[in-house]
């Protein structure tokens, strides 16, 4: 891994690191200098990120917690903590998938999904702002969706979460300006992962192949095609980094002009 130091010194806490978008980041933010804590409640998958940053030369730690109790919230601040003395950037980017819509979305499905896909954003960093006033400087990025953007059928509680991450954000970019804290979010667009085959599954979507679903997803993008991961993560480097020093309380969709045509 060539280390090019956009990202040098930092630490970095990144959730929902054990795959796709979160995994994505965590080895190109660790290739620009950063030391990674890979958060995710799935413990191997944590590991594999952590192990795979180690092996290509950067600095990782592993670190097992679900984003939606408040208790490993503080614990992944405490042992970052512990372990780095600071925490520079936090990416709030653990999430699931859901399906319905609002009539048929049980009581229990909107909790499960509010606790992660907003509560969890908002918790994951709760516990480390207060280092971070202290510090006069941190940068946070929640991970949204376009399906916070525009009106997307069968992801109902999903996009009421994503819509409350994108209020969210606004509001904390506001809080924290005086602080010298940077808060963004990404509205990413499709991209097939873990999530996305997932979501099919629970929508009872069917292709014959994933190639075939891809395509058919495909044709509501206006550049043609679903995104990649390392896309997602380009612009999450960028929102990291010193380049974004005067970016805080925006919307970012990387989405290949979907929320664009609605
Ligand atoms: P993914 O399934 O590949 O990865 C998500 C990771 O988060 C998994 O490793 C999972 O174990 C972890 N995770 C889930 N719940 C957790 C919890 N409670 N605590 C800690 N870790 C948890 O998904 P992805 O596609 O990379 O999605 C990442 C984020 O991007 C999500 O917030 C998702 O809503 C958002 N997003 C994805 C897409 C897409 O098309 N893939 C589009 C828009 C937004």
Not at 82 to 89: K, L, N, Q, Y
Not at 153 to 172: C, D, E, L
Not at 227 to 255: H, K, M, N, Q
Request: hydrophobic share 45%; glycine share 12%; net charge negative.
């Amino acid at each position: 891994m060539a280390i090019s130091g956009r990202l040098t010194d930092k630490i970095a806490l990144i959730t929902g690191a054990g795959s796709g978008f979160g995994r994505a980041s965590a080895l190109r933010f660790a290739a620009e200098g950063a030391s990674v804590v890979c958060v995710d409640r799935n413990a191997d998958a944590a590991h594999s990120a952590a192990d795979d940053i180690a092996a290509a030369g950067g600095t990782a730690l592993a670190l097992t917690a679900d984003v939606s109790s408040a208790a490993d919230a503080e614990r992944m601040t405490t042992t970052t903590l512990e372990h780095f003395g600071r925490i520079d950037i936090v990416f709030a980017n653990a999430g699931i998938p859901s399906s319905g819509d609002a009539h048929t979305t049980t009581e229990e499905e909107w909790d499960r999904v509010i606790a992660i896909n907003l509560k969890g954003v908002w918790l994951t960093s709760k516990y480390a702002l207060p280092h971070m006033v202290e510090r006069r400087s941190g940068v946070i990025i929640n991970q949204a969706s376009v399906g916070g953007l525009i009106g997307i059928p069968g992801i109902f509680p999903y996009a009421a979460a994503k819509g409350g991450v994108i209020s969210m954000t606004r509001q904390m970019a506001a809080a924290y300006a005086p602080h010298n804290i940077r808060v963004n979010a990404i509205c990413p667009g499709g991209v097939y992962t873990p999530l996305v085959e997932l979501s099919r599954q629970k929508r009872g979507l069917t292709a014959s192949s994933v190639e075939e679903a891809n395509a058919i997803a495909a044709r509501n993008y206006p550049l043609g095609r679903l995104g990649t991961v390392e896309e997602i993560a380009s612009l999450a480097l960028f929102l990291a980094s010193d380049e974004a020093a005067w970016i805080t309380g925006g919307i970012y969709p990387v989405d290949g002009g979907r929320g664009a045509v609605g």
